[in-house]
């Protein structure tokens, strides 16, 4: 995900936030002054009714950070690596790098979020018997009574049973269970999470046809995103069924032309960029191990008079954050990763040894369905 603002890391775990959660914030912070607590505690002045929803807002996004950072934490106990948390529009991503490794990871991984949400909801909700019985301002007690009703809706929508969603996971942990096929199962849950996005636009555009709410496009939107994932879900889970246990090495790329992390701008695009007809490039370093990966993209907005000081490190994703494979592991495991766009690297005794881009994917694919 691009255009994201990097705010540290929490538990090790880097954490990262859209900017379109600042619009988000705005629309609540706004919502909140102007309407919802005026309605359920009236008679306030205004700055208590802007202070109070400003507050509630962050403790909004701190509790989303918490459902997100649950899938994480669980994950990682599990072995499996977070590539980074990220905030956006929709409440939160836990981008992992691996896979579960076994129906109960997916389960617990998958439930730990809206359990997160629950309990949020639930401290929210003793939050709202401690105010009202130690006679705290009414819109203080209203701003905890929305909080604990938002948390409430987010578990909820997030256990509807379609992937990408948190339900869509556990549905695919349960058939996974029952028949032992994890591309089966990923792909039944791809399939519902198509169906549930469906039926979110159609309720979206029903309500603003009928009933002239335009809310109701808030509700086509989220049933939109989730269509476009549930679809690339299935990509991803057809690449795994087609690939099977193929190793990584015979679908990478092995000459990868890669730049090296201290060249400069300048000289990394007259020597290597100019020469392939790429859009994103390795890193290499002296060790020959992989320390990175460039994008053009990045390189291009490199102003003219900084790019033969720039050092290329400066621009590249930094090694941590790129999806990085041993060369024996199945092919299909980088189909996450490379349906996310990201370029990924393959290695040998820590040493870089090819890369595998969404080209490499699909003609690996078409060559398996000739054979
Ligand atoms: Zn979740």
Do not use: C
Request: charged share 15%; no cysteine; net charge neutral.
């Amino acid at each position: 995900m691009t255009q994201t603002l990097r705010l540290g890391r929490v538990a090790g775990i880097p954490v990262g936030v859209h900017w379109s959660v600042l619009v988000i914030m705005a629309l609540l912070v706004q919502g909140l002054a102007t309407t919802v607590l005026p309605a359920s505690a009236p008679g306030q002045p205004a700055w208590a009714y802007w202070s109070v929803a400003a507050g509630a807002s962050v403790l909004f996004l701190l509790s989303l950070l918490a459902h997100e950072l649950a899938h994480a934490i669980v994950a990682r106990g599990f072995g499996i690596r977070v590539q980074r948390v990220t905030l956006w529009l929709l409440g939160g991503v836990a981008e992992l790098t691996d896979e579960a490794p076994h129906p109960r990871a997916d389960l617990l991984v998958a439930a730990s979020g809206p359990l997160t949400s629950v309990l949020a909801g639930a401290t929210f909700a003793a939050g709202v018997v401690a105010t009202s019985a130690l006679g705290a301002p009414a819109v203080l007690t209203a701003a905890l009574i929305w909080l604990a009703l938002i948390n409430g809706v987010l578990a909820v929508f997030n256990l509807l049973p379609g992937a990408p969603l948190d339900g869509g996971r556990v549905l695919r942990a349960i058939l996974w269970r029952v028949h032992g096929d994890r591309d089966r199962a990923s792909l039944a849950a791809a399939r519902a999470g198509h169906g549930i996005g469906l039926i979110l636009v159609i309720a979206g555009l029903a309500q603003v046809l009928f009933t002239g709410q335009l809310r109701g496009l808030w509700l086509a939107l989220v049933g939109w995103f989730l269509v476009s994932a549930a679809t690339s879900e299935q990509a991803s889970a057809r690449y795994r069924a087609l690939l099977g246990k193929v190793p990584v090495r015979e679908i990478m790329n092995p000459y990868p032309l890669a730049g090296r992390p201290e060249q400069t701008v300048g000289d990394f695009t007259r020597t290597v960029a100019a020469r392939a007809h790429h859009r994103a490039f390795p890193l290499r370093d002296w060790y020959g191990r992989p320390a990175g990966v460039v994008q053009l993209a990045d390189v291009a907005r490199v102003p003219a008079d900084a790019r033969e000081s720039t050092p290329l490190s400066d621009v590249a994703t930094q090694p941590d954050l790129v999806p990085v494979i041993e060369a024996s592991r199945p092919a299909a495991e980088v189909a996450p990763a490379v349906a996310r766009g990201s370029l990924v690297l393959v290695v040998e005794d820590d040493l870089l040894v090819g890369v595998v881009s969404e080209a490499d994917m699909v003609r690996a694919t078409e060559l398996a369905r000739q054979s």
